[in-house]
């Protein structure tokens, strides 16, 4: 069965600090891997998705992920934080047939000015 | 375009009665799912529809929730006799399929059940 851990319930950094938010999944066969981020009051809007090809993948915001199949990892990444990007984050999974979509269960990330 | 939309925005319901949410998905998109999200918490699956399909009900957590859905259109949540653990944000998505391809989210229906 698909599952997704997000290891980091809350994170704090300071602005100008880079980030690194992780996430693994589990899934039987080549995964499909989202980042979705959900500011206070706010939808969830994507941030970036990796379905094949070069394991790096560029997003908005400036944010960037990279897929390990060997660690079964999609980390998320970004160089210096801005005070915008605290919200909560949200890892998911979603496979190559027509499975359904899972969730981790997200990281709350706060900026300190 | 137009995107996912839900209604009510906000319901506020007495314990034991029943309620029923609604989503008009993207037009044209085939997959639609619905979470829940407790104040604090991550995204619970509830359920997915996808084109004609049997739905993926596995997520449901009783037996009070049914969901249902018209074609490749509207889909309605129901929780019935509701219990204030429902007290949730209903959250309904939709996407082209499933294959890879990004969820659009709706705002979300908070209910709250006294």
């Known amino acids: 069965a698909q599952s997704v851990t997000q290891p980091d319930i809350h994170i704090t950094v300071s602005e100008g600090a880079s980030l690194e938010l992780r996430c693994n999944y589990s899934y039987g066969a080549t995964p499909y891997l989202f980042w979705y981020v959900q500011s206070p009051g706010q939808g969830l809007q994507l941030l970036l998705k990796y379905f094949s090809g070069d394991t790096l993948v560029q997003g908005i915001k400036g944010f960037e992920a990279e897929f390990k199949r060997s660690q079964s990892s999609f980390n998320l990444r970004k160089p210096s934080v801005h005070w915008s990007d605290a919200a909560e984050y949200f890892c998911?999974?979603?496979?190559?047939?027509?499975?359904?979509?899972?969730f981790g269960p997200g990281t709350s990330l706060s900026v300190i000015p | 375009g137009a995107g996912v939309s839900q209604s009510p925005s906000n319901k506020v319901t007495e314990k034991g009665k029943d309620v029923e949410l609604r989503c008009d998905p993207i037009?044209?998109?085939?997959?639609l799912y619905w979470y829940r999200q407790r104040l604090g918490q991550g995204l619970e699956f509830l359920i997915y529809?996808?084109?004609?399909?049997?739905?993926?009900k596995s997520g449901l957590p009783s037996d009070r929730f049914s969901a249902e859905r018209t074609g490749e259109s509207v889909s309605t949540l129901t929780i019935q006799r509701t219990q204030q653990e429902d007290s949730a944000v209903y959250l309904c998505?939709?996407?082209?399929?499933?294959?890879?391809?990004?969820?659009?989210f709706g705002p979300g229906t908070r209910l709250t059940v006294t």
């Open positions: 037009s044209g998109h085939t997959a």
């Open positions: 998505a939709s996407s082209l399929v499933s294959q890879g391809v990004e969820q659009y």
């Open positions: 529809f996808q084109g004609n399909s049997a739905p993926d």
């Open positions: 998911a999974v979603g496979g190559t047939s027509y499975d359904k979509v899972i």
